[in-house]
């Protein structure tokens, strides 16, 4: 299996920060790696498709970048409602898609 | 638009049988492919299998022993079933796809989560 590591596994930021958290795979993905926002109790929010596509409806304050077994998502200025926890995630050929395992953003 | 309604029991005694079922609205069943992922309480999140409408699945290998996917094209609804269950399948379990059809560009829709409990 393809492992994912995020770092850092927690973060705090206060409103306005720009923040950055990282993703880096066990072996070469290319670019098949999304991002996805959970506030608690709810279903994960898909953010960033294929790296580096933002999804539909997402602020354009996130982005996504990298390729291979780098990543990093950014949100360039903190809003209230970006505190949550962010899980990228490898959808990579055949292999079983695989998550890391969390950053929690937090109020500082 | 895809949406997804899922449903099943939330309450199992170790080694039962964990069912649950997903029933897909407002989109064609074929084309796409149909995931299970689950959160156990305070963790990540874990892929358990995805399927397709022509019924070939996709399995996480540390499941693949315990897990059946299915799928009812006639009700458009899609089934999970875990056997032999533990402590350590309690979680809340999702269903989920992309509207792309392809798991590759992430899964942008998700049902609404369902609480199971294993407790004896």
């Known amino acids: 299996d393809i492992q994912m590591t995020q770092s850092p596994s927690s973060l705090s930021a206060s409103v306005g920060d720009r923040v950055s958290i990282t993703c880096r795979a066990s072996?070469?993905?290319?670019?098949?790696l999304n991002w996805y926002q959970q506030q608690p109790g709810k279903a994960p929010n898909l953010l960033i498709y294929?790296?580096?596509s933002l999804q539909s409806g997402v602020p354009s304050r996130f982005s996504g970048s990298g390729s291979g077994t780098d990543f990093t998502l950014t949100i360039s200025s903190l809003q209230p409602e970006d505190f949550a926890t962010y899980y990228c995630?490898?959808?990579?050929?055949?292999?079983?898609?695989?998550f890391g395992q969390g950053t929690r953003l937090e109020i500082k | 638009q895809v949406q997804l309604q899922q449903w099943g029991a939330g309450l199992l005694k170790p080694s039962e049988t964990l069912s649950l079922s997903c029933a897909v609205y407002?989109?064609?069943?074929?084309?796409?492919?149909w995931n299970w992922i689950r959160q156990p309480p305070g963790k990540g999140l874990e892929w358990i299998g995805e399927i397709n409408h022509s019924g070939s699945t996709n399995y996480n290998p540390s499941l693949e022993s315990r897990v059946t996917l299915s799928v009812d094209t006639s009700k458009n609804q899609f089934s999970l079933k875990l056997n032999s269950v533990t402590a350590a399948d309690t979680a809340v379990y999702y269903c989920?796809?992309?509207?792309?059809?392809?798991?590759?560009?992430?899964?942008?829709?998700w049902g609404q989560g369902t609480t199971v409990t294993v407790s004896s």
């Open positions: 989920a796809t992309s509207n792309s059809g392809t798991n590759s560009y992430g899964l942008d829709v």
């Open positions: 995630q490898q959808s990579y050929g055949n292999s079983p898609i695989t």
């Open positions: 294929a790296a580096s």
């Open positions: 407002g989109g064609s069943f074929s084309g796409y492919h």
């Open positions: 072996q070469s993905i290319s670019t098949f």
